[in-house]
């Protein structure tokens, strides 16, 4: 009986302790929480624009044959430059960069309209051409196998050891006939 007194008292003096202790919550309604709040959407909404972009998927296609050609880890990347320039700042940029090993290369600049919510440009950076074309120079002689000219045949001679042997003529030219020119044209 007697612990159960105690217990009730103690009971007692806990309560209404326990409801001093309690705080409102506060509220952190500020200008500048609600301005982080909307740039963190911002970045956000540019970043899924990026990666839903048709340059972003189709620079993505071309990792596999990267990595064959230059063994080396290949990523496509979207990059968005953070400038602090606080409200006034009416657009972001971003680029679509390329990494292989170490390198990398911004294949193209990116323009965010903070009003609209939309990117508004995509332009392909000159460093993205000048890779293009290097690229390109590289498979031009790789296109063109050695083949035999149009036209020649092929004849078999028999060695003395008999064996056939092969040998390419040149072809034969033929005299081709130009179409004449009229004046009414």
Request: with cysteine; proline share 5%; charged share 40%.
């Given at each position: ?42 970045y956000k ?17 071309k990792i ?89 045949t092929v ?31």
């Amino acid at each position: 009986m007697k612990n159960a007194i105690i217990l009730l008292a103690i009971l007692c003096f806990i309560c209404p302790a326990l409801s001093f202790a309690q705080v409102p919550p506060v509220k952190h309604a500020s200008a500048e929480v609600k301005e982080k709040q909307k740039e963190k959407s911002d970045y956000k909404e540019f970043r899924k624009q990026i990666s839903a972009l048709k340059e972003f998927s189709d620079e993505k296609k071309k990792i596999p044959k990267l990595q064959k050609e230059n063994k080396e880890v290949v990523k496509v990347i979207a990059n968005i430059d953070s400038v602090d320039g606080g409200d006034d700042v009416k657009t972001f940029a971003g680029f679509i960069t390329q990494q292989i090993g170490d390198n990398s290369v911004n294949l193209y600049e990116l323009t965010f309209d903070r009003a609209t919510r939309k990117i508004t440009t995509v332009k392909k950076t000159a460093e993205a051409i000048e890779a293009e074309t290097a690229e390109k120079e590289k498979e031009k002689p790789e296109a063109k196998p050695a083949t035999a000219k149009k036209g020649s045949t092929v004849k078999k001679k028999k060695d003395e050891d008999g064996d056939d042997e092969e040998e390419a003529d040149e072809p034969e030219e033929k005299p081709t006939k130009k179409p004449a020119k009229e004046d009414g044209e």
